[in-house]
Structures are given as C-alpha cells and as structure tokens.
Nanobody, 125 residues
C-alpha cells in the first residue's frame, strides 16, 4: 500500500522560505494529481496547491498564489515539493500532501484518497 510522507516543516520567521517534501513509497502510486493542504490551529483543513504528478497544471489557493510553488523532483520521480516563499504568520499550519485520481480541479479533501501524516510549519512574526 502506497504511503505518502510529508517532511520539511519547521519554525521560521516571517519573510523566510521553506521547502516541504512529499515522498511516495511502498508500491505503485496510481494517483494523477498531488495536492497540498494545510490545517491552521483551530481551523479546518484547506486546499493549498495541486498539480499533475509530472508537475504540470499547477493550481493554487488565492492566499498562496505567487508565494508558493509546487513541483516534482525529476530525479526522484516519487517526490514532490512545495516551495514556500515570503512566509507569513497566517501560513502557520500542519501541512499535508495527498494523492487524487482527478486530472483537474482537485481542490477538495474529498477528491483525495491517499494522505500523508502532516508536517508542522510555524511562522513567527
């Protein structure tokens, strides 16, 4: 059974950059889209970004567009990244990566069936 492992979260200051990684292991990853979600403290989980497994057709939540970028490691084909620049305190959350069979429009939690365990990102002001 495929597992997704998200990593790279840490405590940073506002304005800093951070790169999260999502690695798939344990079998054939049959999803078509990789997505990133986050859950801020006391709030519901929300969509952050998604792209096809080859990194094409990226889609971003308005709150992160222009600051975050999703990509694939072309050397490690089962690893994807979320590059986060100009971080703000409101970006503080547990970040999750997930896999969806959808090709487009995968922005809802229900679109995803395979989830990683989450990695904590804390941005101090």
């Amino acid at each position: 059974q495929v597992q997704l492992v998200a990593s790279g979260g840490e405590l940073v200051q506002a304005g800093a950059s951070l790169r999260l990684s999502c690695a798939a292991s344990g079998g054939t990853f049959s999803s078509n889209t990789i997505g990133w979600f986050r859950q801020p403290p006391g709030k519901e989980r929300e969509f952050v970004a998604s792209a096809l497994l080859n990194g094409r057709l990226p889609d971003y939540a308005p709150s992160v567009k222009g600051r975050f970028a999703i990509s694939r490691d072309n050397a490690k084909k089962n690893t994807w990244y979320l590059q986060m620049d100009s971080l703000k305190p409101e970006d503080t959350a547990v970040y999750y990566c997930a896999g969806s069979s959808k090709l487009v429009g995968a922005t809802r939690e229900s679109d995803y069936v395979t989830w990683g365990q989450g990695t904590q990102v804390t941005v101090s002001s």
